[in-house]
């Protein structure tokens, strides 16, 4: 902070009114540094207000329910205390559907940016009807989740979809993609399908990687994957880590296993194939077939805590790595 | 030019051609992958339920049933949920754009104690599992009388979503210090600075904004569900729910060709949107 | 017209009975000898109704609008929203539930409005017109099936039952199972292993289908047909080690294992066994009478499907459950009760009613219905009469009030695919489900108080 800082004192002297004895000028004003401060407070109190109303008081509820043994309908319920937590922490199915998050997640993020980066990097080639390719490898991205659960189950069907018609083509055997173990490569490729995404982004990194960069590597000798890696890759880091950091969130979070149940909505829950039993399956289950509100609010509560944790460990371990074309905070 | 009287350069020259052949071809069937499983869906539209469940796979219709688009179509109100899905989504992107970049200018241009705390807060709501708020949400909004109606869109609206604050942020950030400077010097509120200069500026992100926007709107089934009645209710929810037999059970053909239907839309916008929100995205990667 | 008129046709008219064959049905059944209500008019008054799409077509709520004066407003059934409307002291005036499962479970909670003075008030809904499937919207305090009326059901069928396809019998050279005596499981799983063809990883026919309507009504009408109970006297309890329960178990745990069927280790796509059944790749489905509705639409399937009564077990008794019995019931806080009652009147007895008998998609539920099931046909006469002489061994197989069928339904399935893929003995599985399942009865059981 540095020109905010600027002492601006009240200006009221005959030399500085000089040509511009506006209104504003003339009243005793108030420092700069407020106006500032005041304005910050005035264009963020949209965001606060929705805030507190729509997100801190159902999360302060939520946080009430997951002390008690509450099922939306039961009149005696009652308060356990830390029981729920204690309950989870001990709980096996936590722990197995943490860990399946946990691969999930892992595997998910990088092959999914791994495979946008090399898709916005074959589509930044100059190739014809370069447009249309990006189109066409995008579009998949913006297909809602209920229609992407809709075309998979129907693509990964183990009689009548078209994934096992290739695959007897070749005279080997169907397999049962929707349940264990190969329904987890479904959703995988579910979320794969989306990588357009990441390809768009690191499109529009790619394009500002300055050519002379480029050129001046080429002149050293450098070979193209050396390039890609010295060069383009640190350029993206920023790219690629806030794509890492909504990946992670967003694997956790998905429904996707819901929507390639054979029942596709929320009572989907209670027949999921348990490679496909992620933590928050674990917390659907718990809310919406056993009724276990107040058990699932402690599931969820610890679910934002490791988020909030790994979240900050992505940050943390990135810092030195990441790049940082453009530092918003470090004006002068 | 024969093969025989090819200059010294020939060689790289056929290996670009060669490259070039890989390159396109790489490409196509990429593209083929990603468009197929789309296609497979329109396909599966086309189909008789037992042509649908046939096994081995009909890979195509032996007759198209192009009715079926009409059938599902005319079985329920396809349109009047269409029309409630746009009216959803439209209130809520528009609003949630505007808000939206009016929260991240304040927190790309402006100071206050609290800020990097706030900013922190900001993108930790992004991490919060929306379920967690399902049950309150709906009692809030039963409270205040808003249930069956658009208003909680309004509400979520005005109330700026952090991923979209995060874009506008990142692209206010970027843009150069003296913009601002000459009109506070000019006796500008920043109301002003960011209504007249940075608005105007930030097109390629408010496309990007309402293109992600419209489509979260169009794709939850969750929130309409909870909080309309049938009739007021989305296309999400139609197209989940509502091609189903006397006993309930699903007609997978017609839910394939309504899916399509319900797609289309989408692919659209993001059609018309595309340049901006190519260019918009690329904010992300600032800080 | 295109060769595949027939089947258009057919597709079209199966549809139509979802949305607007109700409306349509009323108008032919105009000549039928039905008591004209003598409720009160609804007078203009809104009544909301949580209910699924099938439960109700837009042409019915114009209908109700026309017939008594009511406006139907819907909202979709869901669970959260129900909790949350309840909660909020704003309940919908009728909501849809099944009758085996939902019945006893929200009537033990004292959220549901007792009936019984409603009926004994009523000239379209006379109780001694009332098929006996209604008893499972009954609640003692104890025991589903008697004491107060809680709701009713809209159709039924005897759920264990099931349907089969003499193309693929014959094709594989096996047997018909007896028309009015029941095959024993043992045999019905023999049957299916001998009509199943697979090829390359993928099952071209599936033998049979046995799933239930949901598995933990299954497994306690598996038991119940082996002679014995899943549940405690108190349904406080689960116990697969009893050996009936055990002979249940371990039967759909060889089904399973058999894979001759859609199973949770196996699962069918389409969610039911229909578009399979009708793409003739099943020779046997566990659906009642209202796989008709989709059956009787399809001119080349119907005369090679056939019903057969519910199997038994060696040694077992003949019981034919309904699993489901989907229905209305009026929460006990609803505003608007009288209306809801005689939208309740109106959709159980009078035009809605008759439309749905006439369908085929299940049996009426009031007796004086009956005459209105289909039966102009060869094969729908044949099926009628399997089906009339099944009726004789209906009971209610009460269920726990004490946890949702999806509770039990998601616990069972958490642990039955270890051992349907043969990594697990169904003694451990006995084992465990008592523990999983007893846990949340306990818990279920405190909360009622």
């Known amino acids: 902070m540095t020109v905010d800082q600027l002492p601006v004192t009240g200006r009221t002297g005959p030399a500085a009114s000089a040509g511009r004895a506006t209104p504003a000028a003339q009243r005793p004003r108030i420092s700069m540094t407020a106006r500032r401060h005041r304005a910050f407070y005035l264009f963020t109190a949209p965001w606060i207000i929705g805030f507190l109303l729509l997100t801190i008081v159902p999360m302060a509820y939520a946080l009430w329910l997951s002390f008690t043994t509450y099922d939306g309908i039961s009149p005696h319920w009652r308060y356990v205390g830390l029981g729920n937590y204690t309950e989870l922490f001990s709980d096996p199915t936590t722990w197995n559907s943490l860990g399946r998050t946990g691969l999930f997640a892992i595997t998910s993020v990088p092959l999914s940016i791994i495979a946008g980066l090399g898709l916005a990097v074959l589509v930044n080639r100059p190739v014809k009807a370069r447009g249309l390719f990006r189109t066409l490898l995008y579009l998949p991205a913006v297909v809602p989740p209920v229609g992407v659960g809709l075309t998979f189950k129907a693509l990964f069907d183990q009689n009548s979809g078209a994934a096992n018609g290739v695959i007897t083509l070749f005279g080997l055997d169907a397999l049962g993609w929707l349940a264990d173990p190969y329904a987890r490569y479904v959703l995988l490729m579910s979320v794969l399908w989306a990588a357009g995404n990441i390809m768009i982004i690191s499109l529009a990194g790619l394009q500002d990687v300055p050519r002379e960069l480029h050129e001046a590597a080429r002149i050293d000798g450098a070979s193209a994957w050396r390039t890609f890696r010295s060069i383009t890759v640190p350029l993206l880091s920023p790219v690629l880590l806030f794509q890492t950091v909504t990946g992670v969130i967003a694997s956790v979070q998905t429904i996707m296993p819901l929507l390639l149940s054979p029942d596709g909505t929320t009572a989907g829950v209670t027949a999921l194939p348990q490679s496909n039993y992620l933590y928050m399956m674990h917390v659907f289950s718990q809310y919406f077939a056993l009724g276990r509100y107040g058990y699932a609010s402690a599931l969820l509560w610890v679910l934002f805590v490791l988020i909030l944790i790994v979240t900050g460990l992505i940050f943390k371990f990135t810092s030195g790595v990441v790049f940082y074309n453009v530092d918003p905070e470090a004006k002068k | 030019m024969t093969a025989t009287s090819l200059p010294p350069n020939s060689a790289p020259r056929v290996r670009v051609r060669a490259n070039r052949l890989v390159l396109y071809t790489v490409l196509v069937a990429l593209t083929g992958l990603f468009i197929g499983p789309f296609g497979w869906l329109v396909l599966s539209g086309l189909k008789t339920p037992a042509e649908l469940a046939a096994s081995p796979v009909h890979w195509l219709p032996t007759d198209f049933q192009w009715q079926n688009f009409a059938d599902a179509f005319n079985l329920i109100d396809f349109l009047g949920y269409a029309r409630n899905s746009l009216i959803i989504a439209l209130i809520y992107a528009v609003l949630v754009t505007l808000s939206s970049a009016w929260v991240g200018f304040g927190f790309a241009r402006l100071e206050a104690p609290g800020k990097k705390t706030l900013f922190g807060i900001l993108i930790g709501s992004m991490m919060l599992p929306q379920m967690i708020t399902l049950l309150p949400t709906y009692l809030i909004f039963a409270k205040l009388g808003m249930v069956d109606t658009y208003w909680p869109w309004v509400f979520w609206g005005l109330a700026a979503a952090p991923y979209l604050v995060f874009l506008f942020r990142q692209f206010f950030a970027g843009l150069p210090r003296e913009l601002e400077e000459a009109a506070i010097v000019d006796g500008c509120g920043y109301g002003m600075i960011f209504w007249r200069i940075f608005l105007p500026q930030s097109w390629p992100v408010l496309s990007a904004s309402f293109v992600i926007a419209f489509t979260w709107s169009w794709g939850d089934y969750i929130a309409p569900q909870l909080l309309l009645s049938t009739d007021k209710s989305t296309l999400a929810v139609a197209v989940m729910t509502t091609y189903v037999t006397s006993a309930g059970t699903p007609v997978a053909n017609l839910q394939a060709a309504a899916s399509v239907m319900y797609v289309v839309p989408i692919l659209l916008i993001f059609l018309i949107a595309q340049r901006g929100f190519v260019a918009g995205m690329s904010t992300t990667g600032l800080k | ?449």
């Open chain 3, 1 to 449: 017209m295109h060769p595949h008129a027939g089947a258009s046709l057919s597709r079209r008219r199966f549809l139509a009975l979802s949305a607007a064959g109700a409306a349509t049905g009323t108008a032919a059944l105009n000549g039928c000898a039905m008591r004209v209500s003598g409720g009160v008019s609804g007078g203009g008054e809104t009544v909301t109704l949580m209910v699924k799409p099938d439960d109700i077509s837009p042409e019915l709520i114009r209908q109700a609008q026309k017939d008594i004066g009511v406006k139907i407003v819907t909202v979709r059934y869901d669970i959260t929203k129900l909790i949350g409307m309840m909660t909020n002291g704003t309940p919908p005036d009728l909501v849809r539930g099944v009758g085996a499962t939902d019945a006893p479970y929200f009537a033990a909670r004292d959220v549901m409005e007792d009936l019984d003075p409603y009926f004994a008030g009523s000239s379209v809904l006379r109780v001694d017109d009332l098929d006996p499937v209604n008893d499972l919207w009954r609640f003692d305090g104890r025991i589903q099936g008697k004491g107060p009326r809680y709701g009713m059901a809209k159709d039924f069928s005897q759920d264990s039952m099931f349907w089969y396809n003499t193309a693929l019998f014959d094709k594989a050279g096996v047997d018909y199972p007896p028309e009015t005596e029941p095959v024993t499981y043992e045999e019905w799983l023999e049957n299916a292993e001998r009509l199943t063809r697979r090829k390359s990883g993928q099952t071209t026919v599936f033998g049979g289908s046995y799933n239930g309507v949901s598995t933990p009504n299954l497994l306690a009408s598996l038991t119940a047909a082996a002679g014995g109970s899943l549940f405690s006297d108190d349904f406080s309890r689960v116990d697969f080690t009893t050996p009936e329960a055990r002979k249940a178990l371990n039967w759909y745990i060889e089904y399973g294992r058999a894979r001759v069927g859609p199973s949770i280790i196996q699962p069918d796509p389409n969610a039911w066994d229909g578009p399979t059944f009708q793409a003739n790749r099943m020779a046997m489905s566990n659906s009642g009478y209202w796989l008709g509705g989709l059956i009787n639409a399809d001119k080349k399937l119907a005369p090679l499907a056939r019903l057969a009564p519910a199997p038994m077990f060696e040694g077992g008794q003949r019981v034919s459950p309904c699993q489901a019995g989907t229905g209305l019931w009026m929460p006990k806080k609803a505003k608007n009760k009288d209306a809801a009652w005689r939208v309740f009147e109106w959709f159980f007895g009078e035009g809605p009613a008759k439309a749905r008998a006439s369908s085929g998609w299940g049996i009426p539920t009031l007796r004086s219905l009956r005459p209105l099931m289909p039966a102009q046909e060869d094969y729908q006469k044949r099926v009628l009469k399997v089906q009339n002489a099944e009726l004789k061994h209906f009971s209610v197989i009460a269920y726990t009030p004490y946890a949702t069928a999806d509770s039990l339904y998601a616990l069972f399935n958490q642990e039955a695919p270890a051992a349907m893929n043969g990594r697990m003995s169904v003694d451990t599985l006995a084992g465990r489900l008592n523990a999983a399942m007893n846990e949340q009865l306990k818990r279920g059981k405190e909360q009622v108080g």
